[in-house]
């Protein structure tokens, strides 16, 4: 019914302009200039508003797709802008991140369908495949320009950024710039200080922090392990590679850096030089109440809903609350975030551009956003202002500025890597390191089976 109005509404319109240049037609023989059309057409064009900035007069259902309920609660702050829309919003939460692309994927398809969205929600780790497509829309058809998002951190526009076309096809409300968090009676223990500038200089670069790896393990005799897990080190060094997994000639080759990933993650586990855990299980979230675990590298969200959510107190003295503290570590990288997109057939650009347009380029209500959320929005002047007015200091961090230590990991984040290929091919990764690691297999061999995985995934990609 929602595509069949829209249409009936067109098909009016059409009549309605048939009739009117029937009425009109011996009006239009006393022009004389035959310029003036033109002209008038063209004035008509250049006071036109921008779709984003157009009234929406459509009282059809709007339908924003996602897999959780934070974009929920995000849209809030439209709604509390332009409570006029609220009615038409349908947030359709699928719950289930591990199907929802396969549900998108069946809507994109079916774009006839009464429940096809408008909106939609993209993780980083499959965002490419959308945006490097035909079903998601260029902002600018939404009315949404260069100005609007020039706040936005350079690597969140990247991103979305089609690699055919260079099309920017979603926008970001936050930014996830990544940092190492460690505990700071830790590092006063076995590395005689706490202050961060000063522990970066133990961790600056992969040698660097191998070697305060082994210190710590052997200061400690074994009881505290710089890292919980070997899978805590891959987001960070998946953003020191130098090129794509697969280039723009379908060319998949193993970036140097990756290579070394490989001996790294075998160092970890031969050496005992972290707790084995793995990520989101009970051990390795315990791990940040205890004093088994010298660091994590974390991210924005992380800070707050991963380290402070699992330290044991909620106070400073209870747990590890107030022990903490953030250099960069290694490598500048991010890790997640989420993105806006509007599908192909969006039944209301003007309504898509304005909800993007405030949730993501509104200075005004991503500071409010970020107040009220703790989320590290993706405007540098709204994180300007809150670092200003003295929102960033942490009793987490023992009074560290968690805003001004993300601003500037934010600038120097690289996404020059990423490809459309990525998810599958990092879980093909995942594989074949931890069972070189686990001494399933040699380094060769483990190589090969990746390359051959890759190559079973994608047989039209030649893979050196």
Not at 426 to 453: C, R, S
Request: charge should be negative.
């Amino acid at each position: 019914m929602k595509r069949f109005k829209k249409s009936l509404a067109l098909l009016l319109v059409v009549i309605m302009a048939v009739s009117a240049w029937g009425c009109k037609k011996d009006d239009d023989k006393t022009s004389t200039d035959p310029t003036a059309e033109v002209t008038e057409s063209a004035a008509a064009e250049s006071e036109e508003p921008a779709a984003s900035e157009e009234v929406s007069t459509s009282t059809e259902p709007f339908y924003i797709y996602s897999w959780n309920t934070e974009l929920e609660d995000r849209l809030q702050y439209f709604k509390d802008k332009y409570p006029e829309y609220t009615d038409r919003i349908q947030y359709v939460n699928i719950g289930d991140s591990a199907i929802y692309q396969e549900k998108i994927d069946g809507l994109l398809g079916s774009p006839d369908s009464a429940e096809y969205p408008d909106l939609f929600a993209l993780e980083a780790d499959y965002i490419k495949k959308y945006v490097n497509s035909d079903y998601t829309l260029d902002v600018a058809d939404l009315g949404i320009t260069a100005d609007d998002y020039a706040n936005q951190y350079a690597y969140t526009l990247t991103i979305p950024t089609n690699q055919s076309t260079g099309a920017i096809q979603a926008l970001s409300w936050q930014a996830c710039p990544g940092s190492m968090m460690y505990r700071r009676s830790l590092a006063k223990t076995y590395l005689g200080t706490d202050e961060p500038d000063k522990v970066q200089e133990f961790v600056s670069d992969w040698d660097k922090f191998f070697e305060t790896a082994r210190t710590i393990n052997e200061k400690s005799g074994g009881a505290t392990k710089i890292l919980s897990g070997n899978d805590d080190i891959v987001k960070v060094y998946l953003a020191t590679k130098t090129k794509p997994w697969v280039d723009e000639n379908s060319v998949f080759s193993i970036d140097d850096n990756m290579l070394a990933y490989f001996d790294a993650y075998k160092t970890l586990e031969e050496e005992d030089l972290t707790n084995k855990t793995s990520q989101w299980t009970e051990q390795w979230n315990a791990n940040c109440a205890n004093d088994s675990t010298f660091a994590y590298f974390g991210c924005t969200w992380f800070l707050h809903w991963t380290i402070k959510a699992n330290c044991g107190g909620e106070k400073v003295g209870e747990g590890t609350y107030g022990d903490w503290a953030m250099c960069q570590g290694p490598a500048p990288y991010y890790w997640g975030g989420t993105w806006l997109a509007a599908t192909a057939n969006c039944s209301d650009k003007q309504l898509a551009g304005l909800i993007m347009k405030t949730l993501t380029c509104d200075t005004e209500t991503m500071n409010k956003m970020a107040d009220e959320t703790l989320d590290y929005v993706n405007n540098k002047e709204a994180v300007q202002q809150l670092i200003d007015a003295g929102k960033g200091p942490y009793e987490f961090l023992g009074g560290q500025d968690f805003l001004s230590v993300f601003s500037p990991l934010a600038e120097n984040v690289d996404v020059s890597w990423m490809s459309a290929y990525d998810q599958k091919i990092n879980e093909q990764l995942d594989i074949q390191v931890k069972a070189y690691a686990n001494g399933e297999k040699d380094k060769d061999a483990a190589i090969a089976d990746f390359k051959a995985g890759v190559a079973d995934m994608y047989p039209t990609l030649t893979v050196e």
